[in-house]
C-alpha cells in the first residue's frame, strides 16, 4: 500500500479507472470492512487502483474541539490495519478551517474529481461532506452522473439488530463492554502505549504500567487481555483505576502478563481487551487483594483459553 499526504499530489499521477472510499473509518469495524472489501474488489474487476481516502485529524477536532470523540483507533494504528485491506492506495487530507469551508458541491468537483478522477466511490449511506456536512449521497450520485462516475451506496451491517457503527463501539467501550465493541470492529479493541515504571509494591504479581497513547479507555475495572509486546504475545490481566487498596490518587492501567519476566521499560506494547471481569473494589488489606487477583487470574485464563 502506497501513502500520500495530500491530495493536491495526486493531480498528475493518471491513475487507471481509481475506484475509491472516503471516510473517517474510526476503529475500522466490520462495516468499514465491508466497504473497502468491496472497493478493492471492484477496482480488481474493472483492472482499477483502489484508494482510501481519509483525513487527520478528525475533523471534529478542528472544528469542535469540545465535541471531538475519544479515538478508537489512533492514526498508526488505521494506517497499521490498512495495510493489511488490500487498499492500493492511501491519500491522507490534512483537515483545515480552510478546507472545512468546501461546499458539498465544491468538495465533489474540485477536490474528488479534479483531483482523483474517480471511475467509481463507494460510500456508506449515511455519508456526509462538505461544509456543516450539507452533502448527501444522493447528491454525490446526481453530480456522479453528470461529471462520468458511478456511486455506490454501501447499507450498514447489524448484529443482533444493533448497526455497526463507530458511536455504538465508543458507547460499548465506555461502559466496559469490550466483548460486546469486539463483535462489531471484528477483533478486540487494541490500546497502545509505552511501558514506565510504577509504583513497585512487591506483593507479588508484577505489573507492566501503560501510559497510554490518545486513545479511548475503558472504565476502571479488571479486564482478561492478550498482549502484544516485543517478546511475543501474552495472555494477561489488567486493572484499570486508582487501587484503591493503596490509596492511589493518580488513575492507573497495570498490566499483568502470565508466564512473562522480561523488562519492558520504555517499551511499546499493546494491550488486546478480550472480555470484563469485574470493577475495581477496595479490600481491607492486601492479603485479601493478593486472593482475588488469584481469582481473577484463574477465571482470565478460563476467558482466554476459550477465546482461542
Known amino acids: 500500500m502506497k501513502i500520500i499526504k495530500g491530495s493536491h499530489k495526486l493531480e498528475n499521477l493518471n491513475l487507471k479507472n481509481p475506484v475509491m472510499t472516503i471516510g473517517n473509518f474510526d476503529g475500522l469495524h466490520i462495516g468499514h470492512q465491508l466497504i473497502i472489501k468491496s472497493a478493492v474488489q471492484r477496482a480488481k474487476v474493472i483492472g482499477?487502483?483502489?484508494i482510501l481516502y481519509t483525513f487527520n485529524p478528525h475533523?471534529?477536532?478542528v472544528l469542535a474541539p469540545h465535541k471531538t470523540p475519544p479515538t478508537i483507533t489512533t492514526f498508526t494504528e488505521k494506517v497499521r490495519l490498512l495495510k493489511k485491506s488490500g487498499v492500493d492506495l492511501l491519500v491522507t487530507e490534512r483537515f483545515t478551517k480552510k478546507f472545512a469551508d468546501n461546499?458539498?458541491?465544491?468538495?465533489?468537483k474540485d477536490i474528488l474529481y479534479q483531483r482523483f478522477h474517480p471511475h467509481e466511490i463507494l460510500v456508506g449511506h449515511d455519508y456526509a461532506f462538505g461544509k456543516g456536512r450539507g452533502g448527501t449521497v444522493?447528491?454525490?450520485k446526481k453530480m456522479g452522473r453528470e461529471l462520468g462516475f458511478t456511486v455506490w451506496e454501501i447499507r450498514d451491517i447489524r448484529i443482533d439488530d444493533i448497526p455497526v457503527r463507530s458511536t455504538t463501539i465508543r458507547t460499548f467501550i465506555s461502559a466496559g463492554k469490550v466483548y460486546e465493541a469486539s463483535r462489531l470492529l471484528?477483533?478486540?479493541?487494541?490500546?497502545?502505549?509505552?511501558v514506565r515504571k510504577g509504583k513497585q509494591r512487591g506483593i507479588g504479581f508484577a505489573t507492566a504500567n501503560l501510559d497510554p497513547d490518545k486513545q479511548l479507555v475503558p472504565p476502571?475495572?479488571?479486564y482478561a487481555i492478550r498482549a502484544e509486546t516485543p517478546y511475543g504475545?501474552?495472555?494477561?490481566?489488567v486493572n484499570i483505576g486508582f487501587c484503591p487498596t493503596?490509596?492511589?490518587n493518580a488513575r492507573t492501567i497495570e498490566a499483568h502478563l502470565f508466564d512473562f519476566n522480561k523488562t519492558l521499560y520504555g517499551r511499546r506494547i499493546a494491550l488486546l481487551f478480550v472480555d470484563r471481569l469485574r470493577g475495581e473494589k477496595k479490600f481491607k488489606d492486601v492479603f485479601s487483594l493478593k486472593l482475588q487477583i488469584e481469582k481473577d487470574i484463574r477465571r482470565a485464563k478460563k476467558i482466554l483459553h476459550s477465546a482461542l
Not at 461546499?103 to 465533489?108: A, G, Y
Not at 471484528?186 to 509505552?194: A, E, Q
Not at 504475545?233 to 490481566?237: E, H, I, N, P
Open 48 to 50: 482499477g487502483v483502489s
Open 59 to 61: 475533523p471534529l477536532a
Open 103 to 108: 461546499t458539498p458541491e465544491q468538495f465533489i
Open 138 to 140: 444522493s447528491l454525490l
Open 186 to 194: 471484528g477483533r478486540p479493541y487494541r490500546l497502545t502505549g509505552t
Open 220 to 222: 476502571n475495572g479488571i
Open 233 to 237: 504475545l501474552f495472555d494477561g490481566v
Open 246 to 248: 493503596f490509596g492511589n
